[in-house]
Structure formats: C-alpha cells, structure tokens
C-alpha cells in the first residue's frame, strides 16, 4: 500500500457508495447474456463494462490494505462512470434496459 491518503480513503469511500452489489451478485451478472450484450467493445468481443466488472469482483474481495495504486486509480474511474451514467437515467421502468444493464456491469444496480 502506498501514499495518497485523504484521497485514497475518499476513493474508497466513494466506490463503496458506487458498488452496491456484491462480489457474487456482480459475477452471477456478469454470466448473464444480458450482461455480455451491454455497453461498448473493447475489440476482443468484451464491453469494457464487462471487462470492468470481472475486474470489480477482484476488487470486492481484496482487502482494502492489500489494493494497489492502479487498484485505487480503478475504483476511481468506477465511481466516475456510475456517477456519470446515473446522472442519465432515463424516464420509466428501467428493470429491463441496457442503462441498467450497463451499470449493474460496473457493479451498481439502479434498482436496489
């Protein structure tokens, strides 16, 4: 673990926040075709939402002592793009929406 301090303590905070499913719940998601048709590739095949969100399982289950300097950098575009992308929503029931799709692949479930 390295520097950073205050703000690496508001990152976590913040992602804390952001990510409100659990590391099973995201990797239940992440199997679902729902999931693997949300968001935009990243030229493998793989939404970098997806990608993202395998990456989000890792981090949930990793102590907050053992995260790394790119894990914190991470957790910060995670709570920038749920942030972003909620600000978005659209009008209506969103159960069954590639917004929400989206999201819960970034580990946010709008619905919850």
């Known amino acids: 673990m390295s520097g950073g301090g205050k ?3 508001e990152t976590l905070r913040s992602f804390d926040e952001a990510v409100n499913m659990t590391a099973g719940e995201l990797e239940k998601w992440l199997k679902t075709e729902e999931s693997r048709g949300a968001g935009q590739s ?6 970098v ?3 993202s969100g395998r990456r989000i399982v890792d981090l949930l289950r990793t102590r ?3 995260l ?3 894990d914190v950098a ?3 575009k995670v709570v920038g ?3 972003r992308h909620v600000s978005q929503r659209p009008d209506g029931d969103v159960t069954d929406t590639r917004w ?3 999201l819960m692949n970034w580990g946010h479930d709008p619905t919850k």
């Open 42 to 47: 990243d030229g493998s095949g793989e939404s």
């Open 74 to 76: 991470h957790m910060r």
């Open 81 to 83: 793009y749920v942030h």
């Open 100 to 102: 929400r799709h989206s």
């Open 64 to 66: 907050k002592a053992d």
């Open 7 to 9: 703000d690496r303590e």
């Open 68 to 70: 790394t300097d790119d």
């Open 49 to 51: 939402g997806h990608a």
